[in-house]
Nanobody
Framework: VQLQASGGGLVQAGGSLRLSCAAS????????LGWFRQAPGKEREFVAA????????YYADSVKGRFTISRDNAKNTVYLQINALKPEDTAVYYC???????????????WGQGTQVTVSS
């Protein structure tokens, strides 16, 4: 499965972005999907995940209430709606696919190339 992330950009604090991640295969609907991020000089961290049915989602405490993960299996796409952006949200955001909607990057098999989100204060 090839994943292509997009939607990043430069925004002011308090702004919003919607990240998208499109998959190359129709088997996309069988996978759990996750978003991770990596800020400069820091390790990659879990952001959000969604089960293959889209019925259950998980979020890191730092983004709860501001980020929303969703998926459209008909379009082979997963989304991350990011609201109330903070400078500390600045990072490269990666989408990933795996068999379980876990919080560890080792639980995911396929990774997208990442999209940069930069939040100015």
């Amino acid at each position: 499965v090839q994943l292509q992330a997009s939607g990043g950009g430069l925004v002011q604090a308090g702004g919003s972005l919607r990240l998208s991640c499109a998959a190359s295969e129709r088997t996309f609907s069988s996978y759990a999907l996750g978003w991770f991020r990596q800020a400069p000089g820091k390790e990659r961290e879990f952001v959000a995940a969604i089960r293959w049915r889209g019925d259950i989602t998980y979020y890191a405490d730092s983004v709860k209430g501001r980020f929303t993960i969703s998926r459209d299996n008909a379009k082979n796409t997963v989304y991350l709606q990011i609201n109330a952006l903070k400078p500390e949200d600045t990072a490269v955001y990666y989408c990933a696919a795996g068999w379980a909607a876990g919080t560890r990057d080792s639980e995911y098999i396929y990774w997208g190339q990442g999209t940069q989100v930069t939040v100015s204060s």
